[in-house]
């Protein structure tokens, strides 16, 4: 589990086939903080994502990506010279800063626009519309592995579908989605508790709750 609060910009050294059919990924990636304490079988959130490493060097580890997260997310699109948001796993004595996280990635988004403000930046996304239903006003959002909270968000069956979120300096600073341009997608996942209720109602609509 994460919390969504990105504890440095990492950087992609490699991403290289990890088989012959190309269905998975190597990707080794440069953080001094998170690889710190890393060990073989911890994980490491990479832009949202949850990945379990499978080697370490002095400021770098190593993770498996594996089909399902690169049709899931972005991390196919990625470079060598790439940042990337990264968190450790969550520690169970410590303080939940964001919100809960599993690194269970849900999908994609594109930015459409960014309107600077004062001392923020509201960014606005396309909303798929698979992912509508887990969006409203205030809940929380993560957004290549940043916790967010969505400070709006479209009407349900508009003609464009869309939600924002605004930035404060700390996060346009510490974290890739301050310098991301209109057209780029990022990695969504919705949050965890939405999804069980649409579960729980879906099962008690079909009469075996």
Not at 134 to 142: I, M, P, Q
Request: some cysteine.
């Amino acid at each position: 589990m994460f919390t969504g609060i990105v504890e440095e910009l990492g950087e992609v050294v490699s991403l290289r086939p990890a088989t012959d059919t190309g269905e998975s990924l190597l990707l080794t990636v440069r953080g001094p903080r998170v690889s710190s304490d890393a060990g073989h079988g911890d994980s490491i959130a990479v832009n949202g994502v949850c990945l379990t490493v499978v080697d370490r060097g002095e400021d770098t580890f190593t993770a498996d990506v594996m089909k399902e997260s690169l049709d899931r997310s972005c991390l196919g699109a990625l470079v060598p010279g790439s940042p990337v948001n990264l968190e450790r796993a969550a520690r169970a004595d410590g303080r939940l800063g964001g919100h809960i996280v599993q690194g269970h990635v849900d999908g994609t988004a594109p930015l459409i626009s960014r309107n600077p403000g004062d001392n923020w930046d509201v960014l606005r996304f396309g909303l798929p519309a698979r992912l509508s239903p887990y969006l409203v006003e205030k809940g929380s959002v993560t957004l290549d592995g940043t916790s967010l909270t969505v400070s709006a968000v479209s009407a349900p069956g508009a003609a464009e579908e869309y939600f924002e979120v605004s930035l404060i300096p700390e996060t346009l600073r510490a974290t890739t989605l301050g310098a991301l341009a209109v057209g780029a997608a990022v990695n969504v996942e919705a949050d965890v508790i939405a999804k069980y209720v649409e579960r729980i109602a879906a099962v008690a609509a079909a009469g075996r709750g």
